[in-house]
């Protein structure tokens, strides 16, 4: 069994984001670009189904400039298998990259996508779905555990929703997006870094892959959000009391 | 030209929260002048479509099926792509939600329309509609155009108001379902049931809310349940408090948790990190307690008081009771 996990390549979780002046993006200078941390979760856990005997190979794709090469080679290194690299600097909307992993999967065939809920830039949660909708395939999302029945027939995946954890069971071939529970990412091992080297990374342009895509969503700018006025050091607990019943009367 | 309004319920009751996207609408219907449809979509609606006749919608559309009693993403985003063509809207709406969340995506791809996911603003541009939506855990905030006939949207419920009831009546009409919408592939298993007891985290117009220095469940609901039960809030929890089992998933309050924008907010042992301010910031009063000054919450805080949260919290929950009782007497 094949598992293709589409990779973004995003600002480091802790990076302290801050808003071009002009409105056209953030201040990328000095700031460390990863793996999206769903999406690095995607690719233990493939990791952990290949090492559990139910995958054989794993497949990274990143649709994006020649910078995101960087977060394929940190795939390769976790133990992903081979990396595909559709270069296309612009900004794609979901739709857009959703369409282009569809033409990767109809040429690589896998049994499961797995990948990210959302990436922690554009914060969208929208790929996985759009993918598994165009293809026809049922879907696991916000999954936080994930076990191979019926021989390896069906996914019984364990979802994070806002009423709790879901259990459902879906046929295979299907998209599965992950939530944070799911697993730990393992760090890269200086091994892992020299065997990446060389494994097998193709790129493919989406020429190639007989599609052309255009965003339909325009970001027109990017403003810093309203700041919180600066609040009060209280001293006491009652001293707290006494301010939130009697300034801002929430009691 | 229209709207579709897709509500949330629970066997048959529909989430308050769900509602905002009627107010999304109804701005969408200022702006554009698209009048707007409400769907449910289950097994078992019931009485579910008579609270809703007066949110001034054009009408009540009712996709009830046995096969519809869970909220499948193959199925519930079929049968939602299938009610907007069948209404000839041009936007699908929703409140966003793990639910709202898991069905708009799929239903947009079948649609082949984009989708915009947590907006909180719209107005008219020159250009057409422009949205806002929070990006990069809300530390910066999205202007976007789009370019299509037809789109799917997700509101995020605290950027917008419960919707005025209006007067006049509201049709109720019936999807006919197709046998093939329902075909996915997909089968639920169970749910976890949690007792009742305290309100709805994204509802509640309190939440009390931990992180990982209370160590452990018991620890956890001992310490904030009473402050939180004296209060009437909701119990809310970090990533790292969920992470380390000390909390339930749905607790968690952030980025990629729930979006909470209560009256009060009480912050207690949380250092807070940029992931867990994105779901908090907007509340009105937010209170930090934690032992260590330089925690970033402070930054946050209208009120910050720097202590032991296990000494602080009993004391300030008997100081909320001592002090209800001395204005009642």
Not at chain 1, 62 to 81: F, N, P, S, Y
């Amino acid at each position: 069994m094949k598992i293709l996990v589409p990779i973004k390549r995003v600002p480091a979780p802790e990076t302290k984001i801050r808003v071009r002046s002009d409105g056209t993006g953030i201040e990328t200078e000095g700031v460390t670009f990863v793996i999206n941390p769903f999406d690095e979760i995607a690719v233990e856990e493939a990791l952990r189904l290949r090492e559990g005997g139910s995958a054989e190979e794993i497949v990274a794709v990143t649709i994006g400039g020649e910078e995101c090469v960087e977060q394929l080679r940190t795939a390769l290194a976790m133990g992903a298998d081979r990396a595909v690299h559709i270069p296309d600097a612009r900004l794609l909307d979901p739709p857009g990259v959703a369409r282009v992993l569809r033409a990767v999967v109809e040429r690589e065939q896998p049994r499961i996508v797995l990948m990210g809920k959302q990436a922690i830039d554009d914060d969208c949660n929208q790929t996985g779905q759009m993918l598994a909708g165009m293809l026809g395939w049922p879907q696991a999302t916000f999954v936080s555990k994930v076990q191979l029945i019926d021989g390896g027939a069906r996914a019984e995946c364990t979802r994070e929703t806002d009423a709790g954890l879901e259990v459902i069971r879906i046929r295979l071939p299907a998209v599965l997006t992950t939530d944070l529970r799911l697993n730990e990412p393992r760090y890269v091992s200086l091994p892992g870094i020299v065997r990446a080297r060389g494994k097998p990374l193709e790129t493919i342009t989406c020429e190639e892959l007989g599609i052309s895509v255009e965003p339909r969503v325009r970001t027109l700018r990017l403003d810093a959000p309203a700041s919180r006025p600066a609040g009060v050091r209280v001293t006491t607990v009652e001293e707290l009391a006494a301010r939130l019943r009697d300034e801002a009367k929430v009691l | 030209m229209s709207t579709l309004v897709l509500l949330e319920h629970d066997r048959g009751r529909v989430r308050s929260s769900s509602l905002t996207a009627v107010t999304c609408a109804r701005l969408l219907r200022e702006v554009s002048g698209a009048d707007y449809d409400l769907l449910l979509i289950g097994a078992e609606l019931g009485e579910a479509a008579d609270g809703l006749a007066r949110l001034g919608a054009r009408s009540i559309l009712l996709a009830e099926h046995s096969d519809l009693s869970a909220p499948l993403g193959g199925r519930y985003s079929a049968v939602l792509a299938e009610a907007a063509r069948s209404r000839g809207a041009e936007t699908i709406i929703a409140a966003a939600s793990t639910f709202s969340k898991d069905i708009l995506p799929r239903a947009a791809a079948l649609l082949d329309a984009p989708m915009l996911s947590d907006v909180t603003h719209v107005k008219a541009g020159p250009g057409g509609l422009r949205f806002r939506r929070p990006v990069y855990a809300g530390n910066a905030i999205a202007t976007v155009e789009v370019a299509a006939e037809q789109l799917v949207l997700t509101c995020r419920p605290t950027a917008f108001d419960a919707p005025e009831l209006q007067g006049g009546e509201t049709p109720v009409e019936r999807l006919r379902i197709e046998p093939s919408w329902l075909e996915d592939g997909m089968e639920f298993v169970s749910r976890e049931e949690r007792p009742a007891g305290r309100p709805d985290l994204t509802e509640a117009r309190v939440v009390v809310s931990g992180g990982r220095p209370l160590r452990d469940s018991d620890t956890f609901i001992r310490v904030l349940g009473g402050l939180a039960d004296t209060l009437g809030a909701a119990l809310g929890a970090t990533r790292g408090a969920v992470d380390s089992g000390i909390a339930p998933n749905d607790w968690q309050v952030g980025q990629t948790g729930k979006v909470v924008a209560p009256e009060l907010y009480v912050a207690c042992g949380i250092s807070g990190a940029i992931q867990h301010l994105a779901g908090m910031k907007e509340s009105k009063v937010i209170v930090a307690i934690n032992k260590d000054p330089e925690a970033p919450i402070f930054q946050a805080a209208t009120y910050g008081l720097v202590a032991d949260l296990y000494e602080a919290v009993p004391t300030l929950t008997e100081a909320i009771r001592a002090g209800r009782r001395a204005g009642d007497e």
